[in-house]
């Protein structure tokens, strides 16, 4: 007796191809576009979303947007510090790095995280080159200045984007590392999420993404509920001025004001927690985190 061939699911094929169609009209108008996606969280951390987060640069890659990688690597280096039995020391979600700490960042960054996730975007179906700031003299910097000497943090200065450009216009994906040379060219380590913003407007990206580990900017740090979907930058800097956005958050919305400034039409701080984070934000009619603009 010949077995029953297995019938198709019509309602989910149905499903399948009302998500690409609603996807389609922001695929149009992405397409040739630069997304800075800053890289950081959870969703490198643990396992199964890096992989998720991976194949989603990926596929906006095939799609036709060019995507620009900025990695942290925070948990990965404070390990690294753990081991040579140095305690890691944050101000306002900057890392205080002395002569040693920044050369063990360097280390880290660029010599594990960076070739690390290059590979595996290679395993993913990606052509991906890993970068520094140093590169092509792609950042200039400086020592980071204020209130407390946080040692060997920087601030960018100046950015040449046209080894970037470069690159992802020849269907490559820029994965940078937020290390960079300094006026005096000593190493500084750049918090990944100032990088990033800086990054964006040179590049001309039309958006910025950060990947975060709560769901956007808060009304109330201990509320999720409280999200707020939608900033202007005035009201984003009411909310700093306020301490209503506090910690690591601070980079964070800074970094999108500073896109803005830059020339980028689009911020968007979304939780890097969820299964597929980037691509609902950017290919869906619901955005699922903060959108920071302009006006």
Request: glycine fraction near 12%; include cysteine; aromatic fraction near 2%.
């Amino acid at each position: 007796m010949q077995a029953k061939k297995n019938q198709p699911d019509m309602e989910g094929l149905r499903q399948r191809a009302a998500v690409l169609i609603e996807a389609l009209p922001y695929l149009q108008k992405f397409r040739g576009d630069t997304i800075v996606v800053k890289y950081g969280g959870a969703a490198m951390v643990d396992a199964e979303l890096r992989t998720e987060v991976l194949r989603d640069i990926v596929l906006l890659e095939h799609v036709g947007l060019h995507p620009v990688v900025v990695h942290g690597g925070g948990p990965e280096i404070s390990e690294m510090m753990d081991k040579l039995g140095k305690k890691p020391e944050f101000v306002e979600g900057q890392r205080v790095s002395d002569a040693e700490t920044v050369e063990v960042a360097q280390m880290v960054l660029t010599g594990k995280t960076n070739p690390g996730l290059v590979a595996a975007l290679h395993q993913h179906g990606g052509r991906a080159i890993g970068l520094s700031g140093k590169d092509g003299a792609m950042v200039r910097a400086r020592k980071r200045e204020g209130e407390r000497d946080l040692g060997f943090v920087g601030e960018v200065v100046d950015v040449n984007p046209d080894l970037v450009r470069g690159l992802a216009a020849q269907g490559s994906i820029p994965v940078i590392a937020p290390i960079a040379a300094g006026e005096e060219g000593e190493t500084l380590n750049i918090n990944a999420d100032h990088f990033a913003g800086r990054l964006a407007g040179p590049l001309g990206a039309s958006k910025l993404v950060l990947l975060t580990d709560v769901r956007g900017v808060l009304r109330d740090r201990s509320d999720e509920k409280s999200l707020i979907s939608e900033l202007d930058a005035e009201a984003a800097r009411e909310l700093m001025a306020a301490g209503q956005v506090e910690a690591g958050m601070i980079p964070k919305v800074q970094a999108c004001l500073d896109a803005l400034a830059g020339g980028v039409e689009r911020c968007h701080i979304i939780d890097g927690r969820l299964p597929h984070a980037l691509l609902m934000e950017l290919l869906t009619d619901v955005g699922i985190g903060t959108m920071v603009v302009e006006r």
